[in-house]
C-alpha cells in the first residue's frame, strides 16, 4: 500500500491540476519537516529565555534532523490521540539522547505544533505560488501592451455586443490577477506562529510564556500574535479566501482562453507542444487542456474553503473536529491553487493570439456591433426611443436578408435625412468606438507597476 507522499506525486489524477514541486511542499514529509522545525524552535526559544538547560536545544534539533519516517505510519499511530503531533513528539523524545529528551515539547500543546507547522507549510507554499502569480500579472501586462489596439469582439451574455482589443481583455485579466497577488502577499505577511499550551495561558511557562512565543516566531520566520488562537481561525480562513480567490481568478482567464479556442472562433489558442491538447481518437484536435486544468481546480476548490470556513466555530478554547478538518483542506487548497498559478503562467506567456481572426469575427455582424453608436447619433434629431426603434428594425432586417446594415440604415428615409452615407462609414467603424480603453489599459498597467 502505498505511503501518503506517494498519493499525490505519483497518483492518478492529482498530478493534473498541481505540480510536482506543490506537491512535495504539501507532502506529509513536508508537514513532518514542518512539526519537527516547530519542535525544534520551541526548545530553541525556551533555551534562550533560561528554561531549558545550556546546549538541550541543540542536542533536541540533532535529533529531530535525523528524522526521516513514513508519513503513513505517523498517521496511523496518530488515531489514538486524534493529531499526528502526539506520536511524532515521541519519536522525537525517542530519538535525543540523555536528559534532554525531556524537554521535548516542554509546555506546548500538539496544537501548537501542528498550527505553526501550517503556518509553514503555507509560507512555504504560496512562495511557489507567489513566483508563479507574479509571472501571470507579468504576461499579461505584456499581452496588454502588444495587444492594445488589436480589435476584436466584446461578448456579453456569450453574444456580440461592442468592439474592443484583445488588450482591454487581457488588462482587465491583468487587474484581478494583480489584485489576488496583492491579497496573498498580505495574508503571507501575517502567518503567526501558533503557542499557547494547553488551555491558551502558557500557564507551563510561568511568566515567560510570551518572551517564548516571540523568540519561537522570530526563529521561524512568523509573526508573533496578540494572543494564541487556537479557536480564532481567522487566519485560516484568510489563507484559504486567498487561495480560492486565486482559484476563481484563474478560471475567469481559462473560460475566456477555451471560448477563444473554439472552432468557430479561432483567436487565441494555448502554446503547443508536442502531444499538449490532444486526443485519443481525433488527431486534427487541439484541447485547451491547461484551462481545462485551471477550471477543474476551481470548482473542488470553492467546496475546499466553504470547509474552512465552517471550521471556524471551534467551542470554547479548544475545538472536537474543527481546527483537525483544516489539515488535508489547506493541503489541497494550497495544491490546487498552485496548479492554477503554474498553469496559467505557461498558458499566458506562451498565448498564441490570431488578431485577424478577431477582425474577421468583427464583420460577423456586418455593422450591427455599432448600432448603439448610430443611435447615440440620431437621439438628438429624432429622439432616443425612436432612434431606438429605426435602428432596431435597420437591424432586424440586415439580419434576415441580403444588404448590410449600412444599407438598411440608408435605405430608411427617416435615418437618412439625418445621416448619409460616409456618417454611417465612420459610425461603423470599430476603430472610433473603443471609448475609455486605452485609459483604462494604462490604468491597470500602472496599477500593476505601482505608479
Not at 455586443?161 to 487581457?170: D, N, R, V
Not at 498580505?186 to 501558533?194: I, K, N, T
Request: hydrophobic letters at 45%.
Amino acid at each position: 500500500m502505498p505511503g501518503e507522499d506517494g498519493a499525490l506525486a505519483e497518483g492518478l489524477f492529482a498530478p493534473i491540476t498541481t505540480t510536482d514541486e506543490l506537491a512535495a511542499l504539501t507532502s506529509g514529509r513536508a508537514w513532518v519537516r514542518a512539526m519537527l522545525d516547530a519542535e525544534t524552535a520551541l526548545a530553541l526559544a525556551e533555551e534562550r529565555v533560561g528554561i531549558l538547560p545550556a546546549g538541550t536545544a541543540q542536542v533536541i534539533a540533532s535529533a529531530a534532523r535525523s528524522i526521516d519516517l513514513d508519513p503513513g505510519e505517523i498517521g496511523r499511530r496518530a488515531r489514538l490521540g486524534g493529531n499526528p503531533a502526539i506520536p511524532l513528539a515521541e519519536e522525537l523524545r525517542a530519538r535525543v539522547e540523555g536528559p534532554a529528551a525531556e524537554w521535548v515539547h516542554w509546555g506546548a500543546t500538539s496544537q501548537d505544533i501542528v498550527d505553526t507547522a501550517a503556518m509553514l507549510v503555507v509560507a512555504r507554499a504560496t512562495e511557489r505560488i507567489d513566483a508563479d502569480l507574479r509571472a501571470v500579472c507579468g504576461a499579461c501586462a505584456e499581452l496588454s501592451e502588444r495587444h492594445r489596439r488589436t480589435l476584436m469582439v466584446g461578448r456579453t451574455l456569450l453574444q456580440h455586443a461592442l468592439p474592443i482589443t484583445f488588450g482591454l481583455k487581457t488588462a482587465g485579466w491583468l487587474v484581478a490577477a494583480a489584485e489576488v497577488h496583492r491579497g496573498l502577499t498580505s495574508v503571507r505577511s501575517r502567518l503567526p506562529v501558533q503557542l499557547g499550551g494547553a488551555a491558551g495561558t502558557l500557564a507551563s511557562l510561568g511568566d515567560r510564556g510570551p518572551e517564548v512565543v516571540q523568540v519561537m516566531a522570530d526563529e521561524l520566520g512568523l509573526v508573533t500574535p496578540a494572543m494564541p488562537w487556537h479557536t480564532n481561525r481567522v487566519v485560516m480562513a484568510e489563507v484559504a479566501a486567498v487561495l480560492g480567490t486565486l482559484a476563481g481568478v484563474g478560471a475567469k482567464v481559462a473560460r475566456d482562453v477555451a471560448l477563444m479556442m473554439q472552432t468557430e472562433v479561432g483567436e487565441a489558442f494555448e502554446p503547443a507542444a508536442p502531444g499538449r491538447g490532444g486526443s485519443s481518437t481525433l488527431p486534427h484536435k487541439r484541447n485547451p487542456v491547461g484551462s481545462s486544468a485551471v477550471l477543474t481546480a476551481h470548482r473542488r476548490a470553492g467546496a475546499l474553503v466553504a470547509v474552512m470556513l465552517d471550521a471556524m466555530d471551534d467551542e470554547h478554547e479548544r475545538g472536537v473536529g474543527g481546527w483537525q478538518s483544516e489539515w488535508e483542506t489547506l493541503t489541497s487548497l494550497l495544491r490546487l491553487a498552485g496548479g492554477v498559478a503554474a498553469q496559467l503562467r505557461e498558458v499566458l506567456s506562451g498565448l498564441e493570439v490570431d488578431p485577424e481572426a478577431m477582425a474577421t469575427n468583427l464583420t460577423l455582424t456586418a455593422g450591427v456591433l455599432l448600432s448603439e453608436r448610430v443611435v447615440l447619433a440620431l437621439a438628438p434629431a429624432m429622439g432616443r426611443a425612436a432612434a431606438t426603434g429605426a435602428v432596431q428594425e435597420a437591424a432586424a432586417r440586415a439580419s434576415r436578408g441580403t444588404r448590410s446594415f449600412a444599407d438598411e440604415l440608408i435605405g430608411d428615409p427617416a435615418i437618412a435625412q439625418h445621416l448619409d452615407a460616409s456618417d454611417l462609414d465612420r459610425l461603423l467603424d470599430p476603430r472610433g468606438y473603443l471609448g475609455a480603453t486605452d485609459a483604462f489599459i494604462d490604468r491597470a498597467l500602472r496599477a500593476y507597476r505601482g505608479e
